[in-house]
Nanobody, 126 residues
Framework: QVQLQESGPGLVKPSQTLSLTCTVSGESITTNYFYWTWIRQPPGKGREWMGAIDSSGSTWYGPSLKSRTSISRDTSKNHFTLQLSSVTPEDTAVYYC??????????????????WGQGTQVIVSS
């Protein structure tokens, strides 16, 4: 069974870089046809697709956050990470990692993914 677990700081100061890790168990992140995705949901708003990385390390980013977002991976630890730079209070959200067989660009619907993490709350505040 594939499981995804997000981890990282729950509180980040404005202008800093947010860094989150999604640790995967039950499947290798280098398995062909799997895409590993970050999605967030600000309070009172819908889910926002942030970006994805595939089994070869290629990445895709959502247009609104592309300039501030970086997704990378560590195959030795079987995890992938999200970095979001220059955060503001508007970046306060629950951040999720997800996995799918096939790329789901722009899709934040949980039902579109094969596996979904439990989410981690991040608050941006001084």
């Amino acid at each position: 069974q594939v499981q995804l677990q997000e981890s990282g700081p729950g509180l980040v100061k404005p202008s800093q870089t947010l860094s989150l890790t999604c640790t995967v168990s039950g499947e290798s992140i280098t398995t062909n046809y799997f895409y590993w995705t970050w999605i967030r949901q600000p309070p009172g708003k819908g889910r926002e697709w942030m970006g994805a990385i595939d089994s070869s390390g290629s990445t895709w980013y959502g247009p609104s956050l592309k300039s501030r977002t970086s997704i990378s991976r560590d195959t030795s630890k079987n995890h992938f990470t999200l970095q979001l730079s220059s955060v503001t209070p508007e970046d306060t959200a629950v951040y999720y990692c997800a996995a799918s067989r096939g790329l789901r660009v722009g899709i934040g619907d949980r039902n579109a993914y094969d596996y979904w993490g439990q989410g981690t709350q991040v608050i941006v505040s001084s």
